[in-house]
């Protein structure tokens, strides 16, 4: 069902994707949280809400950042820490329940992202992004922040039975745009994101600009790193 939803999806815009010899790459891959938005301000509170609710102390925005990157389930037990896993279901449910309807209270585009996007769809490059933030939580956000009609695909952590650092997703994506993988290019702001790229046999960008760009050096060949959004376009292009 999924493999149809998406080929319907690239099939509406199809027509818009053409290969240029001119491009290095004809499909870019985003992470979300990190990457294309900033979403820590509202992580940190849903994490803390439910930290909270549970008579824990709260955690501090930087350390909540070095924990993001893995899916809802990694973040709520790194937050939690190795003494408080017993309350870990509890502390899930309560996260999610606050993070659910305070998705877009803070999160925001970074600067220059927004453009950077109508730049690399001016010139007809596919885009798509891959999270591992459940798939309907990634799409409101994108809804949102009116980013969505920019990608032919979006893909969550509970689309496939696996997810980031594992290659399905990106295949995925690949097969769906029936683009060769040395014609594709993942981005994205932390060592899973370069672990995936690395694991799907892609080339990797990396955002310095997000939460986890510290670890981000030395993680991939070849990598590259970008400090702003802008940055992305020359690298698309060859130059």
């Known amino acids: 069902m999924m493999g149809d939803k998406l080929r319907d999806a690239w099939l509406k815009v199809s027509s818009l994707v053409t290969r240029h010899s001119s491009l ?13 938005v900033d979403s820590l301000a509202d992580l940190s509170l849903a ?8 008579e824990l ?34 502390a899930l449910g309560l996260f999610m329940a ?10 925001r585009p970074y600067p220059g992202v927004a453009a950077m996007l109508a730049e690399l769809a001016a010139r007809r490059v ?14 409101a956000i994108l809804d949102g922040l009116e980013l969505s009609s920019y990608f032919v695909a979006v893909l969550g952590g509970d689309s496939l039975p696996t997810r980031k650092p594992d290659r399905a997703g990106v295949e995925r994506l690949r097969a769906l745009t029936d683009t060769p993988p040395d014609r594709m ?9 370069a ?36 940055e992305l376009l020359a690298i698309v292009e060859g130059n």
């Not at 994490?47 to 549970?54: M, T």
């Not at 596919?126 to 799409?139: F, G, T, Y």
Request: hydrophobic share 45%; glycine share 8%; net charge negative.
């Open 47 to 54: 994490v803390n809400h439910a930290l909270r609710s549970l």
């Open 195 to 230: 672990r995936t790229a690395e694991a799907a046999g892609v080339a990797f960008c990396g955002a310095t600009w997000g939460f986890n760009s510290a670890g981000l050096v030395g993680v991939a060949t070849p990598a590259r790193l970008i400090a702003d959004p802008k």
């Open 126 to 139: 596919a885009l798509s992004v891959l999270s591992n933030k459940p798939v309907a939580m990634s799409r």
């Open 185 to 193: 290019l993942l981005v994205g702001d932390s060592a899973i994101d």
């Open 57 to 90: 102390p709260a955690l501090p925005v930087d350390m909540v950042a070095g924990y993001i990157g893995e899916g809802a389930r990694i973040l709520v037990q790194r937050a939690l820490g190795d003494t408080h896993q017993n309350q870990f279901e509890e």
């Open 98 to 107: 606050h993070y659910s309807p305070h998705l877009l209270d803070h999160t």
């Open 24 to 36: 290095r790459y004809d499909h870019v891959i985003f992470d979300l949280d990190g990457t294309l």
